[in-house]
């Protein structure tokens, strides 16, 4: 089983600032990675797959990168709608399909 | 618009059964590869079970294989989860989620999820 590791568990940061979240796999996923965000009370949100593409109607201030075990998503300009928990998934080697622990997204 | 709604949740006894479904709407079911995906209480997200579109793969995750069977009936647009000898530790809110396709020659499910239920609550306590 691939396990995902995000770093950091919580991250503060103020409106309009970058928020920069990794995460990491204990062997390659090559580019199949998935990033999705999740408000409280909310279901996830696909945001990026295959590691840098983003889902329909994804605003351009999110972006992913990395491939193999390595992995970065930034959101550039952080709106007060983007303060949520960021979970990576990978889809490469499954089953089972694996997430990362999460990373929370909290105002400064 | 691409609608999943998941139902059948609720309170039930260890050792106990509970059947869930999913209804889908604004796509093509019998087109997907469908999943489902809990999140306990205060905790992340892991991925249960996958069906393919017409249920020739069924993959389980180890917690619930031998316990949990995924189904499907696309006619009824339905998706549905069987979970029988229940655990504690099966409380969670279920999702019901999609599993995108790509197609190159024949299609295949990219096995991620591009839209997702709402979630219905399940606990398990005495």
């Known amino acids: 089983e691939i396990v995902m590791t995000q770093s950091p568990a919580t991250l503060s940061v103020s409106p309009g600032d970058t928020a920069t979240l990794s995460c990491r796999a204990s062997?390659?996923?090559?580019?199949?990675l998935a990033w999705y965000q999740q408000k409280p009370g909310q279901a996830p949100r696909l945001l990026i797959f295959?590691?840098?593409t983003r889902a329909t109607g994804i605003p351009a201030r999110f972006s992913g990168s990395g491939s193999g075990t390595d992995f970065t998503l930034t959101i550039s300009s952080l709106q007060p709608e983007d303060f949520a928990v960021y979970y990576c998934?990978?889809?490469?080697?499954?089953?089972?399909?694996?997430f990362g622990g999460g990373t929370k997204v909290g105002i400064k | 618009e691409v609608q999943l709604v998941e139902s059948g949740g609720g309170l039930v006894r260890p050792g106990g059964s509970l059947r869930l479904s999913c209804e889908a709407s604004?796509?093509?079911?019998?087109?997907?590869?469908m999943n489902w995906v809990r999140q306990a209480p205060g905790k992340g997200l892991e991925w249960v079970s996958f069906?393919?579109?017409?249920?020739?793969?069924?993959y389980y995750a180890d917690s619930v294989k031998g316990r949990f069977t995924i189904s499907r009936d696309n006619a009824k647009n339905s998706l549905f989860l069987q979970m029988n000898s229940m655990r504690v530790e099966d409380t969670a809110v279920y999702y019901c989620?999609?599993?995108?396709?790509?197609?190159?020659?024949?299609?295949?499910?990219?096995?991620?999820?591009?839209?997702w239920g709402q979630g219905t609550l399940v606990t398990v306590s005495s």
């Open positions: 989620a999609r599993a995108p396709k790509y197609c190159a020659g024949d299609c295949y499910s990219d096995p991620f999820f591009d839209f």
């Open positions: 604004g796509f093509t079911l019998s087109s997907y590869g």
């Open positions: 069906i393919s579109s017409a249920s020739s793969y069924i």
């Open positions: 062997q390659s996923v090559r580019s199949n």
């Open positions: 295959g590691a840098s």
């Open positions: 998934q990978q889809y490469n080697n499954w089953p089972p399909l694996t």
